[in-house]
């Protein structure tokens, strides 16, 4: 088996789907089989079985749905199993006008990434 997740994105989080990918053609692989799937894979199918007891996730389709709260606690080393992105490399800068407990009092907020260029 070739298979691979799919990540597909909906207004609440995301959809995770197991896909064996052949020469010519795509499966999406029943939940119930996920045990056949490459060892590698093994980690993630955990990861997502554990959310799934925990009712951080549910069972949608032959996948798995996982809210947006859920999404951000995945590990960064099992994402791109998952077929997630990768995880963005940013900092946060906040700065203050004035104290923060006074109605004219600031927050500034901004994110740059590893070469100091502003992202937001």
């Known amino acids: 088996m070739a298979a691979s997740f799919q990540c597909n994105r909906t207004d609440n989080g995301a959809e995770l789907v197991l896909v064996d990918?052949?020469?010519?053609?795509r499966k999406v692989v029943a939940r119930a089989d996920w045990d056949?799937?490459?060892?590698a894979l093994s980690p993630a199918i955990r990861f997502l079985c554990r959310l799934q007891d925990e009712?951080?996730?549910r069972p949608s389709g032959e996948?798995?749905?996982?809210?947006?709260?859920?999404?951000?606690?995945?590990?960064?080393g099992l994402a791109p199993a998952l077929g997630l992105p990768p995880l963005a490399k940013l900092s946060v800068t906040l700065q203050f006008k004035s104290r923060?407990?006074?109605?004219?009092?600031?927050?500034?907020?901004s994110w740059s990434d590893t070469t100091s260029r502003r992202v937001m």
């Open 63 to 76: 996948g798995v749905m996982l809210g947006t709260e859920a999404l951000t606690e995945v590990p960064s």
């Open 21 to 25: 990918r052949g020469l010519f053609s």
């Open 36 to 39: 056949r799937a490459p060892p």
């Open 100 to 109: 923060v407990d006074t109605p004219e009092g600031e927050i500034r907020v």
């Open 55 to 57: 009712g951080r996730a």
